[in-house]
């Protein structure tokens, strides 16, 4: 999503010279570090996905390496979950969605590589798995969600097996693909909760890439491609759902809005849904693709940091800080923020949270605010996207405007080369280095006070 084509330009030919500045952070910072048993730090960032990497790098970059910032995340590996799709459909390897994660740990930063199993904001304290204690002056909550694959009966048990797969787990996005490559004809079913996940358009982006597969595969004819979803509608936004739903016509799809996976009967290949007025129906399928329910992880649910509703961090929509604990910020899927839960709605957060921490830090009250940014890159078909950009509300906020060349309104070449090339090169080498803003590309926002 580049908005300004010039900057793009100009950017470009400093590509190579930023990339050699980037790795060269990377060069002084690989060991991790141990936190002791009563440790505290100025600001403790929790998470090392996207969210938590950005705000954390930038907040270095802007502090300096000698900052007191420190990282608590257990993974020895971080992965890059918007290529899941791309796996799925047979674009990417599983294996180019993943590195270690010391190698993203920003120079400066204290790697605490631990579990949360407890907040305490009363205290300004975390507790860890390991039994630990965590004390900090002020905290970014960005663990991003927790994928749930037990909420629907018979699913665990199911998933990996005979037809089931989903992309949103990194040991099942390749199966998924194997599953697509190897289906011959029958009934394939693609689900999507009506609850909140992690990027909404995947669970349809993984149904048009096999559908296109199938088709070049010369078995179409043979398939019956089924979308049963628990909202209602193809997608939120009018201008991207009329396309969508023109796709749905033209390419035979039959789809089920107010449809929620409750069941999967994986011996008898049979899903079961509950409808909108509480009456379910069963499908027999030969192909399932299943997007599990998501939500927060169990600490931030039963910490005061909450939302009683959601069981998001309960933060301003605006500022991203926490409705009743000014020291405490949240940035990613775990905020409880009304807009889609992209990596694209990271690049906008991030800053927004990196300058109000800091004024917040300096005893003032930082003006940035997100506007609910959000893009939902959705491949529908190998060579072709439709890149639906927007804000709060559903208002569209594109980055080109020159149709029909590049109208956003449909599938276009452009747009998934850059879903496919661009924006996997742009995550792994500016945005956890907290380099790269987005729709602004290298240029950093300026907020006035």
């Given at each position: 999503?580049?908005?300004?084509?010039?900057r793009v330009r100009a950017a470009a030919g400093a590509l190579?010279?930023?990339?050699?500045?980037?790795?060269?952070?990377?060069?002084?910072?690989?060991?991790?570090?141990?936190?002791?048993?009563?440790?505290?730090?100025?600001?403790?960032?929790?998470?090392?996905?996207?969210?938590?990497?950005?705000?954390?790098?930038?907040?270095?970059?802007?502090?300096?390496?000698?900052?007191?910032?420190?990282?608590?995340?257990?993974?020895?590996?971080?992965?890059?979950?918007?290529?899941?799709?791309?796996?799925?459909?047979?674009?990417?390897?599983?294996?180019?969605?993943?590195?270690?994660?010391?190698?993203?740990?920003?120079?400066?930063?204290?790697?605490?590589?631990?579990?949360?199993?407890?907040?305490d904001p009363d205290q300004n304290s975390l507790s860890l798995?390991?039994?630990?204690?965590?004390?900090?002056?002020?905290?970014?909550?960005?663990?991003?969600?927790?994928?749930?694959?037990?909420?629907?009966?018979?699913?665990?048990?199911?998933?990996?097996?005979?037809?089931?797969?989903?992309?949103?787990?990194?040991?099942?996005?390749?199966?998924?693909?194997?599953?697509?490559?190897?289906?011959?004809?029958?009934?394939?079913?693609?689900?999507?909760?009506?609850?909140?996940?992690?990027?909404?358009?995947?669970?349809?982006?993984?149904?048009?890439?096999?559908?296109?597969?199938?088709?070049?595969?010369?078995?179409?004819?043979?398939?019956?491609?089924?979308?049963?979803?628990?909202?209602?509608?193809?997608?939120?936004?009018?201008?991207?759902?009329?396309?969508?739903?023109?796709?749905?016509?033209?390419?035979?799809?039959?789809?089920?809005?107010?449809?929620?996976?409750?069941?999967?009967?994986?011996?008898?290949?049979?899903?079961?849904?509950?409808?909108?007025?509480?009456?379910?129906?069963?499908?027999?399928?030969?192909?399932?693709?299943?997007?599990?329910?998501?939500?927060?992880?169990?600490?931030?649910?039963?910490?005061?940091?909450?939302?009683?509703?959601?069981?998001?961090?309960?933060?301003?929509?605006?500022?991203?800080?926490?409705?009743?604990?000014?020291?405490?910020?949240?940035?990613?899927?775990?905020?409880?923020?009304?807009?889609?839960?992209?990596?694209?709605?990271?690049?906008?957060?991030?800053?927004?949270?990196?300058?109000?921490?800091?004024?917040?830090?300096?005893?003032?009250r930082g003006k940035a605010q997100y506007d609910g940014y959000?893009?939902?890159?959705?491949?529908?078909?190998?060579?072709?996207?439709?890149?639906?950009?927007?804000?709060?509300?559903?208002?569209?906020?594109?980055?080109?405007?020159?149709?029909?060349?590049?109208?956003?309104?449909?599938?276009?070449?452009?747009?998934?080369?850059?879903?496919?090339?661009?924006?996997?090169?742009?995550?792994?080498?500016?945005?956890?280095?907290?380099?790269?803003?987005?729709?602004?590309?290298?240029?950093?926002?300026?907020?006035?006070?």
């Amino acid at each position: 999503m580049l908005r300004n084509l010039p900057r793009v330009r100009a950017a470009a030919g400093a590509l190579g010279a930023v990339v050699g500045y980037g790795c060269g952070l990377l060069a002084e910072h690989r060991a991790e570090t141990k936190a002791s048993s009563a440790e505290r730090h100025s600001i403790v960032v929790i998470g090392g996905g996207a969210a938590g990497l950005s705000v954390a790098s930038q907040l270095l970059l802007k502090l300096g390496t000698t900052a007191d910032v420190a990282i608590v995340e257990p993974s020895e590996w971080h992965y890059y979950q918007p290529g899941w799709t791309l796996v799925g459909g047979g674009i990417m390897k599983a294996e180019e969605t993943r590195k270690k994660m010391s190698s993203f740990m920003p120079k400066g930063a204290t790697w605490i590589k631990a579990a949360v199993s407890a907040i305490d904001p009363d205290q300004n304290s975390l507790s860890l798995a390991d039994g630990r204690q965590v004390g900090y002056d002020f905290l970014v909550v960005a663990p991003g969600l927790q994928i749930d694959f037990c909420c629907v009966k018979g699913l665990k048990e199911a998933v990996g097996h005979d037809g089931v797969s989903s992309i949103y787990d990194y040991e099942h996005c390749q199966a998924t693909w194997e599953d697509v490559r190897a289906f011959k004809g029958g009934t394939a079913v693609f689900t999507q909760p009506k609850s909140g996940i992690k990027c909404g358009g995947a669970p349809q982006k993984i149904m048009w890439l096999a559908e296109d597969y199938w088709s070049r595969a010369a078995v179409r004819k043979d398939v019956t491609v089924k979308f049963c979803t628990g909202l209602g509608s193809m997608f939120a936004v009018p201008k991207y759902r009329e396309a969508l739903e023109r796709l749905v016509r033209e390419r035979g799809v039959d789809a089920s809005f107010g449809h929620e996976l409750v069941e999967v009967d994986g011996a008898r290949k049979v899903a079961t849904f509950e409808k909108a007025d509480g009456s379910r129906v069963s499908l027999e399928y030969d192909l399932l693709h299943v997007v599990p329910r998501m939500g927060a992880p169990a600490f931030i649910k039963a910490s005061p940091l909450a939302c009683k509703a959601t069981g998001f961090v309960e933060v301003d929509k605006q500022s991203l800080q926490h409705v009743a604990y000014p020291n405490v910020f949240a940035c990613g899927d775990v905020a409880s923020t009304p807009n889609s839960k992209t990596a694209a709605a990271v690049t906008a957060q991030a800053p927004v949270v990196v300058h109000n921490l800091i004024r917040q830090m300096e005893g003032k009250r930082g003006k940035a605010q997100y506007d609910g940014y959000a893009s939902c890159p959705i491949l529908t078909r190998r060579g072709e996207l439709l890149l639906a950009e927007f804000k709060y509300g559903g208002v569209l906020a594109e980055t080109f405007h020159a149709p029909p060349l590049l109208d956003q309104g449909k599938p276009q070449a452009l747009f998934y080369y850059m879903k496919t090339i661009v924006f996997p090169f742009a995550y792994w080498n500016f945005m956890l280095h907290g380099r790269w803003f987005g729709t602004r590309t290298f240029f950093e926002p300026r907020y006035t006070e």
